[in-house]
């Protein structure tokens, strides 16, 4: 996720996090918009019924893949069952934007983490749940809140299928955090009826039974049904497109397994484009139409994706989309990230921040929320690299001015690894790792540190992983002995003095 509000703070000097709004941003970062109506470069089409819509094969769903070691969440642990080991979530949803009301039906495939006589679920209490089976055979299931407690027994290791169909009118759950950007997370609706989602660091409960917890990543096949010419935008692959009686039905398939933050789900009129990375990676644009949206600015996420590569290796996923949404900020969910519409979000740095995440976050996760920065600090580094390298600010100011706002953020925030459990993406999670990992790279030199970078992610491709993980991974890598080093940065209250251990 962006850190709209200190960012924008930090350009203008100040570190204060959390009084910011988009009418406050500099105005270099607000060129005039031009229409999304007028043709893009590559060229823009219509979603529905188009042919020039990028169709891909359905394919077989590689469950092992989705393979994890589920945890209990060490800040919100009321969130996710570590008993369930969510393999692949297969969704097939229906939109009523005049009633506002989701029907649903799901089948989770799972394995059993451990051997109990239940197991549960999130979803949320705004969703009234019909039948519900284990392996086709009727089960008893209560509803605790979010909890959806299911009564039937599981042995470690093995598989099921959990079926339910479900109803409601879905909302948006509280969030926890003081941000100025986001309050609640989740299933958001417009008052014209579209969709969007962000729901860090939980909230796809808000519209699918799901173990809402980022250390157990899964696989998606989603199906959604809206009023024609409304489309539906998710993660990954379209695999199916087709307007019938006034509906259009559209089908994503994501094959990389993915934790459910970073699930996007965006319902409404879209229009299409795209351009090409050098690497000849695809990138798709879906646009609002009728939302004023500069595509020019868009379409740097292409370039963008060279720049980061240059770095980090290539792009860790098969397909890269970007999608607009009426939200104020920006998410950075897998393999088709989420923008809100503003000149800000829609800043090519921001744009680049989000797409660093498909490496550091998204290709490698937090097991646990208390590693939020694991995401957080290397992407905010490499954004200040990047708006270095593109003449947007120099990286000595950057730096000059977040060591001297260091001290500020863990009073209010707390350590960026030990923060206050309400105060969720504070400004603390971006800026003191991303000042830590940058005395890594003055002292390794730029080669030596991103070869470190890119071998951690080869390393754990796809998982989800903790801070131990990543010490051990730099200690070895370095030869340093770097454990005190990385616990003042991560847990000290006290802002470290620059330099690293030999
Ligand atoms: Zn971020």
């Given at each position: ?95 009523d934007r005049e009633a506002r009301r989701l029907t649903a039906d799901a089948i989770v495939t799972f394995r059993a983490s451990r051997t109990a006589p239940r197991f549960q679920l999130d979803l949320s209490p705004a ?189 860790p996923f098969d397909s890269l989309g970007l999608v607009v949404t009426a939200s104020q900020s920006a998410m950075e969910t897998q393999t088709t990230v989420t923008l809100g519409n503003n000149p800000y979000v829609l ?156």
């Amino acid at each position: 996720m962006t850190q709209r509000a200190a960012v924008a703070a930090l350009l203008s000097g100040l570190l204060l996090a959390g009084c910011s709004s988009s009418a406050e941003e500099p105005d270099e970062l607000a060129p005039p918009p031009v229409s999304s109506a007028a043709p893009a470069e590559s060229g823009e089409t219509a979603v529905a019924g188009a042919s020039a819509a990028p169709l891909t094969e359905t394919v077989e769903q590689d469950l092992d893949l989705a393979l994890s070691t589920p945890v209990e969440d060490s800040v919100y642990p009321k969130v996710g069952d570590p008993g369930v080991d969510a393999l692949l979530y297969d969704l097939h949803l229906s939109w009523d934007r005049e009633a506002r009301r989701l029907t649903a039906d799901a089948i989770v495939t799972f394995r059993a983490s451990r051997t109990a006589p239940r197991f549960q679920l999130d979803l949320s209490p705004a969703l009234t749940a019909g039948r519900v089976s284990v392996d086709g055979e009727p089960v008893a299931f209560a509803r605790r809140g979010k909890n959806l407690v299911v009564t039937a027994p599981t042995t470690t290791d093995e598989r099921y299928e959990l079926t339910l169909d479900y109803v409601g009118r879905p909302r948006a759950a509280p969030a926890p955090t003081t941000r100025s950007d986001f309050s609640t997370t989740g299933f958001t609706i417009t008052d014209t009826g579209e969709v969007w989602t962000m729901q860090e660091p939980y909230g796809a409960y808000t519209w699918y039974p799901v173990n809402d917890q980022p250390s157990d990543k899964a696989l998606y096949d989603i199906t959604v049904t809206a009023p024609a010419p409304w489309t539906a935008i998710s993660n990954g692959h379209l695999t199916r497109l087709v307007t019938a009686d006034d509906l259009t039905t559209t089908s994503w398939q994501l094959t990389e397994p993915a934790s459910s933050y970073l699930v996007t789900l965006a319902i409404g009129d879209y229009a299409h484009s795209s351009n090409t990375a050098a690497s000849g990676l695809r990138v798709d644009y879906w646009t609002p139409r009728g939302m004023v949206v500069d595509l020019n600015r868009l379409q740097t996420a292409a370039a963008s994706i060279d720049w980061i590569e240059s770095k980090l290796g290539l792009y860790p996923f098969d397909s890269l989309g970007l999608v607009v949404t009426a939200s104020q900020s920006a998410m950075e969910t897998q393999t088709t990230v989420t923008l809100g519409n503003n000149p800000y979000v829609l800043s090519p740095q921001v744009i680049e921040h989000e797409l660093v995440h498909q490496w550091y976050g998204d290709q490698v996760s937090p097991a646990d929320w208390r590693d939020v920065w694991l995401n957080e600090g290397m992407t905010m580094l490499m954004q200040w690299v990047y708006e270095d390298e593109h003449d947007i600010r120099p990286l000595r100011t950057t730096i000059q001015d977040a060591q001297a706002g260091d001290q500020g953020l863990r009073d209010e925030y707390g350590p960026p690894g030990a923060y206050d459990p309400r105060q969720f993406g504070g400004s603390n999670i971006y800026y003191s790792p991303a000042l830590m990992w940058n005395e890594l790279r003055l002292a390794l030199g730029d080669d030596e540190f991103y070869r470190i970078a890119r071998s951690w992610l080869t390393a754990h491709d796809g998982t989800s992983v903790t801070r131990e993980q990543i010490f051990d991974h730099w200690e070895k890598e370095t030869g340093r002995e770097l454990s005190a080093f990385f616990d003042r940065w991560i847990t000290g209250r006290t802002s470290p003095k620059p330099g690293v251990p030999q």
